[in-house]
């Protein structure tokens, strides 16, 4: 059952996945809230465990930066590995003027300048969304927290070096932060009838001139692991 990009064996893998973009971070939430994590893969770094959170079996594994990357291993988990459930754990950076650095995003549709829609040949322009079961139990956990979070649009980019600069007019349309990889993850699992939903913490506000550190980024957004962590136990 391994595919070109993933070792595991039927049954390695969890029904719901958390997925990080560094690979370092999938192994540090593997280590430090995971009972008895298992790796279950390592083919071009992108690591892969297994274990139980609170009784609850969930995976956890990087996905690697940007929309070609985070569709090429969603797909695989959805349709190959048959997990019903991805949670993005990710980076974002602020657009909006009242999102603060290391605020908590829980991502309920992904604007994009990506053209991954276009496999899709649909006859109109598709707007990615999450599902409202990781929504709604993602809204819980944070509230359960008493953690600083926003709920809404986000944009999935192509660029990180954007040379058109055009946060600006991303914030007039309301949407909260920039990232790289939700929109694909969205699409990917409507188009398999899964779950997906993005949950960020904000690493950097470029339009403040803001920024965290890059082990602040692998190690210190407790939060909005915890909160991923259980939405998974929640949607058992």
Partial sequence: MPTPHNNAKKGDIAKTVLMPGDPLRAKFIAENYLEAPVCYNEVRGMLGFTGTYKGVP??????????????IYSCELFNEYGVENIIRVGTAGAIANNVNLRDVIIGVSASTNSN????YRLPGTYAPTASWKLISAA??????????????????????????NSLAEWQKMGVLAIEMESAALYMNAARAGKNALCILTVSDCPLKGESTTAE???????????IALETAVKIV
């Fill in 58 to 71: 969930v995976s956890v594994q990087g996905s690697g930066m940007g929309m070609p990357s985070i569709g």
């Fill in 216 to 226: 602040e980024r692998q190690t210190s957004f407790r939060d909005m692991m915890e």
């Fill in 139 to 164: 809204v819980k956990s944070a509230e359960e927290r008493n953690c600083a979070f926003h709920a809404g649009n986000i944009l999935s980019s192509d660029t990180f070096y954007d040379d058109a």
């Fill in 116 to 119: 991954y829609a276009a496999q």
